[in-house]
């Protein structure tokens, strides 16, 4: 059978299962398209348009799995600024002109596509973005909390309207009218709903998502008026208007306002929070798909482009991937993009067969889902989460918000990037040195090809304006496989590589590899948080507190433990035990740290730093060693994998000690040290063996102790794991060539 045979076969097999995902996701997608369109005041059609349009494309031309695609939370503001601002007073003629901008912004997101542009999310500081997402969220709550409460005609600024929600709650209660009281009633029940639904256990009752029961109660309640004789007390300006004919009555754009500036800034806003919000979403999703699949973003960026287009020519909202409906697919088996076709089916479905009851349905209730996800966006654990990090990264959160809420997305976006630089600078005391460096090439990877590890190198600065770099990298190792990723030479990493560095190690994980992140120790960080802001400390500040623990230094400590060691994570300048080494002899030792000691044994495992000496280059060297105080007299010797740098010895007059009977020995390592015989009757064969059938190391004697490193780099803690490992065993043949 053929892989396209077999993928075929694999599709048609899992179509029952995507079939019910897109049937659960568009019980959520029904509610929430309508409420969106209404919470941008677009038709509510407008929405369910996306959503369907939207679903199809995708579906059809995506380079995603298993997201889901229609109207987003993210585009509420801006289209609400846009229909407003272009309408002038006119609603309806602002929507129209807003659909042209919305055709125009898909134009652009399938350019963006083309130029491969997928990577724009990484150039935002992850703040920024929560700042951005919190100051949707407080929109989306200022506008849809007084339609919940029946008050349908507030209007003005999110923090005008935000500011009015106490005196509108007085209001409704000193002088409401019946309509809005009953509105306020279904409203606030519809969010009890909302709040309380996860608490509910039945597996039964949890088949229906809380928006979908929301819109069934609701429509039962306003037909037990009609099964009661009884006059609804509503009228249709509290409920959603949907055309008669739907098919007829399509919107068209209206691009008479193309050429103004209005429209412009309109245009760019909406391609630059589309893009946004779903190249997040596409990266989210991901980390949840169970087969561990990375979505094409640049393909995903085209269709959705197209979508957009598509949408707005037939009065369709903004298409982008969302999050929420997205884990909603996951969670309910879904594995391709099918089960996005079949969400927008059913749309279809639920569109043209019950027109009529959707036409019951308040607005009140939509307004309360809508309530809730606002809250969502920005609950107080948002702010929790963002100032454990750092200080500035709260600074940073709240500048963005603040200036969103008083202006706009744009210049609230704007305004975070420019405090994340400001503080960038401040943080290294220099925007010359800051600016001449950051967008230096500053990455270098290459397999190291022993273990087939990867290591990555990092320079100078990593921050989210050069993140890319890093990511691209990282991008190009397959996910099986291991990866070192090394800080050591790099004076200053952002919260944002921080944070996409864990979303890469859980990527990883889940394929079967790994990624260690080491050279972080000498950092310094204002939090205990993982993400916190890494600088290099000055010598004389570097502490050993726990605040400063790094990942690696976690697990060191929780390594020195498993061994029954003690771990010392202080430096050290009492380098003189290290000079009598050859390996040391033309080397400056400036200090030692994060050592795991073992008493019984008398063995250590340290970091240490030196430079090459003013002869050969000053460039600073950071390696880990492992150094066995012996107690008897061993010859001294050096032992090294043949190479270049034993030729080198050669030349400065070393000989290579052959061993009797092991060629392969003789060929693959390079031994040294002035008392032959010693040396020959120290290697018996058992320790030969031993060598021979483990990765090369140096290893080193001075009479009195063994040193023993493997890279002149910092070592993972697997690597440190398997030095000790190697230490220990060697040490062990030693004493028995001694005994013999």
């Known amino acids: 059978m053929t892989p396209k045979?077999?993928?075929?076969?694999?599709?048609?097999?899992?179509?029952?299962?995507?079939?019910?995902?897109?049937?659960?996701?568009?019980?959520?997608?029904?509610?929430?398209?309508?409420?969106?369109?209404?919470?941008?005041?677009?038709?509510?059609?407008?929405?369910?348009?996306?959503?369907?349009?939207?679903?199809?494309?995708?579906?059809?031309?995506?380079?995603?799995?298993?997201?889901?695609?229609?109207?987003g939370n993210g585009l509420v503001i801006v289209l609400l600024g846009a229909i407003t601002t272009l309408g002038v007073g006119d609603l309806y003629q602002g929507y129209l002109f807003t659909l042209a901008a919305i055709v125009i912004s898909g134009i652009l997101m399938l350019l963006l596509g083309f130029l491969k542009m997928g990577r724009l999310a990484d150039f935002f500081p992850a703040s920024a973005i929560e700042g951005m997402l919190a100051a949707i969220g407080w929109g989306i709550f200022a506008k849809q909390f007084h339609i919940m409460i029946g008050h349908n005609n507030e209007h003005g600024s999110i923090v005008k309207l935000l500011a009015q929600i106490p005196s509108g709650l007085t209001d409704l209660v000193q002088n409401g009218t019946i309509e809005e009281m009953v509105a306020a009633g279904i409203g606030i029940i519809s969010l009890l709903i909302m709040i309380f639904y996860s608490k509910i256990?039945?597996?039964?009752?949890?088949?229906?998502?809380?928006?979908?029961?929301?819109?069934?109660?609701s429509v039962g309640f306003s037909y037990s008026f009609g099964w009661l004789n009884l006059p609804f007390p509503m009228d249709s300006s509290y409920l959603i208007s949907i055309p008669e004919n739907v098919l007829s009555n399509l919107a068209f754009p209206d691009f008479s306002k193309a050429l103004q500036k209005e429209f412009i800034v309109s245009v760019f806003a909406i391609t630059l929070i589309a893009s946004i919000e779903s190249l997040l979403s596409i990266k989210a999703v991901d980390k949840l798909d169970s087969q561990s699949r990375r979505s094409n973003v640049n393909k995903d960026l085209k269709a959705l482009g197209l979508a957009t287009s598509?949408?707005?020519?037939?009065?369709?909202?903004?298409?982008?991937?969302?999050i929420a409906r997205s884990s909603v697919n996951v969670n309910n088996g879904a594995t391709n993009r099918s089960a996005n076709f079949f969400h927008a089916f059913f749309l279809v479905v639920f569109i043209l067969l019950f027109q009529e009851q959707l036409k019951k349905i308040p607005l009140a209730a939509l307004a309360a889902i809508l309530v809730y996800t606002g809250y969502k966006l920005a609950t107080p654990k948002t702010f929790r989460k963002v100032a454990k990090i750092g200080?500035?990264?709260?600074?940073?959160?709240?500048?963005?918000?603040?200036?969103?809420?008083?202006?706009?997305?744009?210049?609230?976006?704007?305004?975070?990037?420019?405090?994340?630089?400001?503080?960038?600078?401040?943080?290294?005391?220099?925007?010359?040195?800051?600016?001449?460096?950051?967008?230096?090439?500053n990455v270098l990877l290459f397999q190291e090809h022993e273990e087939k590890t990867y290591y990555v190198n990092v320079k100078y600065f990593c921050s989210f304006l050069n993140f890319y770099r890093l990511k691209n990298k990282l991008d190009a190792v397959p996910e099986d496989q291991n990866v070192i990723i090394d800080f050591s030479v790099c004076s200053f990493v952002d919260h944002t590589v921080m944070e996409g560095l864990e979303n890469y190690m859980d990527t990883f994980l889940k394929k079967g590899g790994s990624i260690e992140v080491i050279g972080l120790d000498k950092h310094g960080a204002d939090s205990k948080h993982p993400f916190a802001i890494r600088k290099i400390l000055p010598l004389e500040t570097l502490r050993p507190i726990e605040k400063y623990f790094t990942r690696r230094q976690a697990s060191l400590k929780a390594t020195a433990l498993e061994y029954d060691w003690s771990y010392e994570a202080k430096k050290s300048i009492k380098t003189k035990f290290l000079s009598s080494f050859i390996f040391f002899k033309t080397r400056e030792i400036s200090y030692f740290y994060n050592k795991l000691i073992d008493e019984k044994d008398n063995c250590s495992v340290f970091d240490v730093e030196f430079t090459e000496g003013a002869f050969v280059a000053k460039e600073v060297v950071k390696t880990t060693v492992m150094y066995i105080a012996l107690p008897d007299q061993l010859p001294v010797f050096s032992l090294d994998k043949e190479g270049l740098l034993e030729r080198i010895y050669k030349l400065a007059g070393f000989k290579?000690?052959?061993?009797?009977?092991?060629?392969?020995?003789?060929?693959?390592?390079?031994?040294?040290?002035?008392?032959?015989?010693?040396?020959?009757?120290?290697?018996?064969?058992?320790?030969?063996?031993?060598?021979?059938?483990?990765?090369?190391?140096?290893?080193?004697?001075?009479?009195?102790?063994l040193l023993i490193l493997k890279k002149e780099r910092l070592l993972s803690v697997q690597e440190i794991k398997a030095m000790i490992y190697f230490g220990q065993q060697l040490q062990t043949l030693l004493k028995y060539s001694l005994v013999v």
């Open 391 to 441: 200080k500035e990264q709260i600074a940073i959160f709240l500048a963005t918000l603040l200036t969103t809420l008083f202006t706009n997305l744009i210049t609230g976006i704007s305004v975070g990037i420019l405090s994340t630089m400001v503080i960038h600078m401040i943080i290294n005391k220099s925007s010359i040195l800051f600016l001449t460096n950051v967008f230096k090439p």
């Open 310 to 322: 598509l949408s707005g020519l037939v009065g369709g909202l903004n298409v982008v991937t969302v």
């Open 5 to 71: 045979t077999n993928h075929t076969n694999t599709f048609i097999k899992e179509l029952p299962k995507n079939f019910f995902s897109g049937f659960v996701v568009s019980l959520i997608a029904l509610p929430l398209g309508l409420g969106l369109a209404i919470a941008s005041d677009a038709p509510p059609i407008s929405g369910i348009i996306a959503a369907i349009v939207g679903g199809v494309v995708v579906a059809v031309i995506g380079g995603s799995n298993v997201t889901i695609t229609g109207p």
């Open 656 to 705: 290579d000690i052959s061993i009797k009977n092991h060629p392969d020995f003789n060929r693959r390592f390079f031994l040294s040290g002035e008392k032959k015989t010693e040396i020959q009757a120290l290697f018996h064969d058992d320790l030969i063996f031993f060598l021979e059938s483990n990765p090369y190391y140096h290893v080193e004697s001075n009479g009195n102790s």
């Open 201 to 217: 256990r039945n597996p039964y009752f949890q088949l229906i998502p809380a928006p979908m029961w929301i819109l069934i109660l």
